[in-house]
């Protein structure tokens, strides 16, 4: 159905205007963002809104998706990096590969971390 709409999924469980508040559980409301935020579980623990009773376990049971995220984050900046790297000047390029490394190493310590 999203795809026939041309919007998320999460569009169309939460949609606009994300400002407004909507009831999020029984007896619970928010704004209609940080309710697409816990959905997607990308929300931090320093969010407004806490939709867990354990942060902690939240916070942990959810490391593995948000180190997703990052890395995919950290791979389009890297691919962003490399497109640009062609046709630069010699001094840029070289400034390039080192943040093409330092990008690469933070992958690599997430990737490392979430196991």
Known sequence: ?????ETAPVALLYPS????????LPGR????????????????SGAQIVFADDVEAYDRDL????????????????QRLMDALV???????????????????DIDRLTDAAG
Do not use: C
């Open 29 to 44: 409301s928010s704004t209609s963002w940080s309710a697409a935020e816990w959905f997607s579980g990308m929300n931090n």
């Open 87 to 105: 046709g630069a000047y010699e001094a840029v390029q070289v400034a390039m590969l080192d943040a093409i490394h330092g990008v690469q190493d």
């Open 17 to 24: 205007p994300y400002l407004g508040e909507i009831e999020v």
């Open 1 to 5: 159905m999203a795809q026939a709409l």
């Open 63 to 78: 490391a593995p998706l948000r180190a997703a995220a990052r890395i995919s984050q950290l791979m389009t900046r890297k």
